[in-house]
Antibody, heavy 117, light 110 residues
Framework: EVQLVESGGGLVQPGGSLRLSCAAS????????MHWVRQAPGKGLVWVSRINVDGSDTRYADSVKGRFTISRDNAKNTLYLQMNSLRAEDTAVYYC??????????WGQGTLVTVSS | QSALTQPASVSGSPGQSITISCTGTSSDVGGYNYVSWYQQHPGKAPKLMLY???NRPSGVSNRFSGSKSGNTASLTISGLQAEDEADYYCSSYTSRNPFVFGTGTKVTVL
């Protein structure tokens, strides 16, 4: 069974940092592009970042560019999102998801990040 | 990158059909046949319902169908059932960022 399990969310003060992890299982992790997508409370889905299979190419939404860094460890079947200079507007559930030929499937269960003093 | 435009809410009675629109531009919906639709129940992760405009993943009911004309894609749910009550999001591959999502539509079964 394909499974994605996020961890690392929590409460952080504005300006702080947090690193999210996503453990993948049930498929050949190193063969797939991966994404992070977030959803603020009561709001819609917003694409955040994407990484290619070997980590050599990364893309970011303008709202997080320069503050967030996506990376992966194919030996550990794990995707990461390093989030620095966090703002209140970064408060959201963060989903890890697999890119399956121009469609995002499946999704993890999400991890909540709350930025507040 | 602006979100794709969806109606905020759509409702229908059990057994009826409803259609949700998703309007973008020639740089996303109109430029590629990589439009997907996701269903999200409260507190749950999104679930892929359609991909490449019209294709259903294994296990998704054939009551869900899709189409596209120009810069607008559509999701139709026929034979509406109580379990279809959820939020629905479209997404499209784009020329700028890999993906853009729609604003989301709340489907209510009356």
């Amino acid at each position: 069974e394909v499974q994605l399990v996020e961890s690392g969310g929590g409460l952080v003060q504005p300006g702080g940092s947090l690193r999210l992890s996503c453990a993948a299982s049930g498929f050949t992790f190193s063969a797939y592009l991966m994404h992070w997508v977030r959803q603020a409370p009561g709001k819609g889905l917003v694409w955040v970042s994407r990484i290619n299979v070997d980590g050599s190419d990364t893309r970011y939404a303008d709202s997080v560019k320069g503050r967030f860094t996506i990376s992966r460890d194919n030996a550990k079947n794990t995707l990461y999102l390093q989030m620095n200079s966090l703002r209140a507007e970064d408060t959201a559930v963060y989903y890890c998801a697999r890119d399956d030929a121009y469609k995002i499937d499946p999704w993890g269960q999400g991890t909540l990040v709350t930025v507040s003093s | 990158q602006s979100a794709l435009t969806q109606p905020a809410s759509v409702s229908g009675s059990p057994g009826q059909s409803i259609t949700i629109s998703c309007t973008g531009t020639s740089s996303d919906v109109g430029g590629y046949n990589y439009v997907s639709w996701y269903q999200q129940h409260p507190g749950k992760a999104p679930k892929l319902m359609l991909y490449e405009v019209t294709n259903r993943p294994s296990g998704v009911s054939n009551r869900f169908s899709g189409s596209k004309s120009g810069n607008t894609a559509s999701l139709t749910i026929s034979g509406l059932q109580a379990e279809d009550e959820a939020d629905y999001y479209c997404s499209s591959y784009t020329s700028r960022n890999p993906f853009v999502f729609g604003t989301g539509t709340k489907v209510t079964v009356l």
